[in-house]
């Protein structure tokens, strides 16, 4: 079965760093658009970043030029690069993976504060 499992969450003063990982199984990864969402208590759930199979790159508007997205089909694994990190960056963080029908991942979650 398909299975997304998100690594790399924790705690984080405002203006550090994390790094996301996403280990896709259960697919053949290259062939998928891969992304990230995040969910923060209240409100919906939102897109952060996608990377298609052939590496075009979207970003949500609140976190471009601070967030990047990459993805090693080597390793069936999706990353997301957090930089500058907002308290406002608060959330459960989701991996998907997306052709037709999109699955996700358990989630992981991001708490950015002093």
């Known amino acids: 079965q398909v299975q997304l499992v998100e690594s790399g969450g924790g705690l984080v003063q405002p203006g550090g760093s994390l790094r996301l990982s996403c280990a896709a199984s259960?697919?053949?990864?290259?062939?998928?658009?891969m992304g990230w969402y995040r969910q923060a208590p209240g409100k919906q759930r939102e897109l952060v970043a996608e990377?298609?199979?052939?590496?075009?790159?979207n970003y949500g508007d609140s976190v471009k030029g601070r967030f990047t997205i990459s993805r090693d089909n080597a390793q069936n694994t999706v990353y997301l690069q957090m930089n500058s990190l907002k308290p406002e960056d608060t959330a459960v963080y989701y991996c998907?993976?997306?052709?037709?029908?999109?699955?996700w991942g358990q989630g992981t979650q991001v708490t950015v504060s002093s």
């Open positions: 259960g697919i053949t990864f290259s062939m998928y658009a």
């Open positions: 990377i298609t199979s052939g590496g075009s790159t």
């Open positions: 998907s993976a997306a052709i037709i029908t999109r699955y």
